[in-house]
């Protein structure tokens, strides 16, 4: 699975931006898709996930703010844009993708990075105050 990060950039305090992270997923493959993000000094995190179903959910620090989404072309583009933007949020962001198992329904988005097999090499969000 490839997966290919832009849209990254510096802003001010209150901005928008626009992720984009382009797969090699076909529309309708059973994948958990996700943001992540990882702050100077700071662990990676999850903020945001989009279930096979479409369903998102979103960390508290971002929620209300971000929008998760994704695309139906061949191959899957997966998006976050990004509102209000704060300088707590400056970090490298990360897509990533997890293959579901199905036992009578789809799995679960996990929540831990450690638990998703395939990432994009990043892209750098800077938001000054």
């Known amino acids: 699975v490839q997966l290919v990060e832009s849209g990254g950039g510096s802003v001010q305090e209150g901005g928008s931006l626009r992720l984009s992270c382009a797969t090699s997923l076909l529309r309708y493959t059973p994948y958990c898709l996700a943001w992540f993000r990882q702050g100077p000094g700071k662990e990676r995190e999850g903020i945001a996930f989009?279930?096979?179903?479409?369903?998102?959910?979103y960390a508290e620090s971002i929620r209300g703010r971000f929008t998760i989404s994704k695309d139906n072309q061949q191959n899957i583009g997966l998006y976050l844009q990004m509102n209000d933007l704060k300088p707590e949020d400056t970090a490298m962001y990360y897509c990533?993708?997890?293959?579901?198992?199905?036992?009578?329904?789809?799995?679960?988005?996990?929540?831990?990075?450690?638990?998703?097999?395939?990432w994009g090499q990043g892209t750098q969000v800077t938001v000054s105050s």
């Open positions: 990533a993708a997890d293959k579901l198992k199905w036992s009578g329904e789809w799995s679960k988005c996990p929540q831990k990075d450690s638990d998703f097999d395939n």
């Open positions: 989009l279930e096979f179903g479409g369903s998102p959910t």
